[in-house]
DNA sequence: ACGGATGTTCGCGC
DNA sequence: CGCGCGAACATCCG
C-alpha cells in the first residue's frame, strides 16, 4: 500500500477520523508493530484520555501529537492501513492496535505483514528522532530542488535506483514510484547514482513531481464518491495504474519508443525499465 | 503450490 | 569506519 502519496492519503484519512476527538481507550496485542513490551504498554497507558492534536508526514513515516505533550511515531510498513469502524462492531482481520474514539468510533491500525511500527514518545522529541532527522526533503513537503538532488546523488557510487529509494536522498519514495520517475526522466536505474550531470538530475526532479502528482491525483479519483464505476474488459480501466512498475515485457508506453520493457533486480527490488529510452 | 509483493533494519564482508 | 549487498521479518495473492 504504501509510498508517498499513500501515506499522505493515510495521513488526512487519519486526520479527519481524529480532529476534535479525544481517545477514550487504547488497545494492541503484542506484537511485532511494537518494538517491544514496554512500547506496547506506553501505547495503552500514554493515549488514554488524550485529545489530538495534529498529525504531520515526513517521507513515509506519520507523526501525531497529543495534549499533555504525548508523541505517536507510525509507519505503515509494506501493508499497515487505518480503519474506522462502529464502537462495538467486529474488529477487522489483523487490527493490531485499536484506539477507542469519544464519538462512537474505534479507529484499527491493521498490517497483515507487520512491516509497520508504532512508537510513543514525547511530542517535543518526535522530529529528533534519528529515523526522522535523517529523512531528506519531501518531495511532497519541501520540494526537490535539482540542484540538492545532484549534489546527494553524487556522493554515492550506487545504481540510482538503490540511491532514490533511499530516505536520506529523498524522502518517501519506495520501488514504484522511484520505477516510474526514472522512466519519466529516461534514466537508467542501473546507472551510476554519481554519473548524473545537472541536467539529468533535473530531469529526474520532473520525473519525481510527475509521478508523486499522478499518484496523488489517482487517490483522489478512486476516492471520489462520484468515481465512475470501472469494467473489467475496459483496457483504459487497468488495474495497474503505474506506466511501468510491474509492466516488464509490456511495450514501452512513452509515444514514439518501440522499445519493450525489461526487468531487474537492484538493491534486491524488481526494476522495470525501458533498455531503449532509459540511458 | 510456489514465488513474489508498495519497507526497513541488521549483520557480514570488503 | 564507510559502503554496499543480501537476508530476515509475516502474510496474502495470483
Redesign the pocket.
Known sequence: ???LP?VEHAASLLRGFLAGRHIVRAEAPRS?VFRDEASRRAFVAKLRGRRFEVIDRR???MLLTFDGGVGLLA?????GSFERAREGAAAP??SRAQLHLDDGHVIHYRD????G?IAIHTSAELLSLP?IAAIGPDPLRDGVDAKVLHAALS?????LK??L?D?AVIAG?????ATEALWRAKLHPARR?DSLSRTDASALKRGIDASITFAIEQIARETAPEAPLRYVNDPQNDENPFLV??RAGEPCPRRGCKGVLE?M??????SAFCPTCQK
Do not use: W
Open positions: 500500500m504504501p509510498e499513500e511485532r517521507g513515509k513515516y509507519h505503515l510498513g509494506m501493508t482481520p489483523h497483515p505483514r507487520m512491516f511500527r529515523e556522493a554515492t557510487k550506487r545504481p538503490v540511491a529509494m530516505g519514495l519506495g520501488n514504484i514510484h547514482a512498475y510491474d526487468s533486480v537492484l538493491g534486491g527490488r524488481t
